[in-house]
């Protein structure tokens, strides 16, 4: 079956860099329609879609956090690691990986991660 | 401000029907298919709907979904407590070469 794991730190300090790695199974970053994308949740707050890779390597980010962001993928590890600098306290969030199957105009999540949370203070 | 726009907040009573709507524009909801999430409590999203109307293997058909033209809407009857959670409509945006997600409805069941 697909799951989907995320780690990384819990607490990062301002203006740091964070590194989360997603480590998925049940499918191939190699197989045609597979992504896996990154998503966060500020407390309280709503979904923010950051990033996703697919199984071209061919990378999307969300439009306002692109100069911080990068994604990149170990197909051989199964991993997807995601990296933002500049970290700020507005950064804290529950950070998902999720899988996403992609076809022409048929795009959707289907698997998540549980979830880490990570707090930027000092 | 999200690029999809949901209402805050539904309520209904145990028993009864509620739409949640979920409204774009040509770029995104308009040229793609629209998926729902659900998220209780504490927890990660759950796949809700696909493709604008499919269920995924294990959600009751208590739950459905549907679009036209830029708009879409999920309509959930029969509501159960275990329906409160937050709802969240998404789809990819062919201009911006983006995912949106709505801004998120919470559903209580009164």
């Known amino acids: 079956q697909v799951t989907l794991r995320e780690s990384g730190p819990a607490l990062v300090k301002p203006t740091q860099t964070l590194t989360l790695t997603c480590s998925f199974s049940?499918?191939?970053?190699?197989?045609?329609?597979?992504?896996v994308g990154w998503i966060r949740q500020p407390p309280g707050k709503a979904l923010e879609w950051l990033a996703v890779?697919?199984?071209?390597?061919?990378?999307y980010y969300n439009s306002s956090l692109k100069t911080r962001l990068t994604i990149s993928k170990d197909t051989s590890k199964n991993q997807v690691v995601l990296t933002m600098t500049s970290l700020d306290p507005m950064d804290t969030a529950t950070y998902f990986c999720?899988?996403?199957?992609?076809?022409?105009?048929?795009?959707?999540?289907?698997?998540w991660g549980q979830g880490n949370l990570v707090t930027v203070s000092s | 401000q999200s690029v999809l726009t949901q209402p805050p907040s539904v309520s209904a009573a145990p028993g009864q029907k509620v739409t949640i709507s979920c409204s774009g524009s040509?770029?995104?909801?308009?040229?793609?298919?629209v998926s729902w999430y659900q998220q209780l409590p504490g927890t990660a999203p759950k796949l809700l709907i696909y493709?604008?109307?499919k269920r995924p293997s294990g959600i009751p058909d208590r739950f459905s979904g549907s679009r036209s033209g830029t708009s879409a809407t999920l309509g959930i009857t029969g509501l159960q407590t275990g329906d409160e959670a937050d709802y969240y409509c998404?789809?990819?945006?062919?201009?911006?070469?983006?995912?949106?997600f709505g801004g998120g409805t919470t559903l209580t069941v009164l």
């Open positions: 998404g789809t990819w945006d062919s201009s911006l070469f983006i995912w949106v």
């Open positions: 890779i697919d199984w071209e390597d061919d990378k």
């Open positions: 999720a899988r996403m199957t992609a076809a022409t105009q048929k795009y959707y999540f289907d698997y």
């Open positions: 493709d604008n109307n």
């Open positions: 049940g499918f191939s970053l190699s197989t045609s329609g597979m992504c």
């Open positions: 040509s770029s995104n909801i308009g040229n793609n298919y």
